[in-house]
């Protein structure tokens, strides 16, 4: 359970699990590095990160414009109405309210 999530000290650390290791991404949302694990082999550490992690969606939307598209087929509308909606199913079942909600 999620309680008062804004206010709590989280772990902040997105760790993906395979068969042959593990990647450690530090900062998910916005990575300053990442770390790769294969087996018993010494770990990897990648902190040459590129952009404050919107600069794909920034470049997506440029080419998108510059092409005279409305939206990038790769994340149309649809898509990000659907991960919206999803959001806020997600915030009311969880009773999390914005101020911005009430207006």
Not at 25 to 31: D, I, L, M
Not at 75 to 83: K, S, Y
Request: hydrophobic share 35%.
């Amino acid at each position: 359970m999620i309680s008062e999530y804004p206010y709590h000290q989280t772990y902040q650390t997105l760790h993906i699990f395979g068969e042959l290791g593990s990647i450690s991404v530090n900062k998910f949302w916005h990575a300053d590095s990442a770390t790769l694990k294969v087996n018993e082999k010494e770990p990897v550490v990648f902190t040459e990160m590129e952009g404050n992690g919107y600069n794909y969606e920034a470049v997506a939307t440029m080419e998108a414009i510059r092409a005279g598209d409305k939206e990038n087929s790769l994340m149309p509308l649809e898509d990000t109405l659907a991960i919206i909606e999803l959001s806020d199913t997600i915030r009311a079942q969880w009773g999390l309210k914005y101020p911005s909600d009430d207006k």
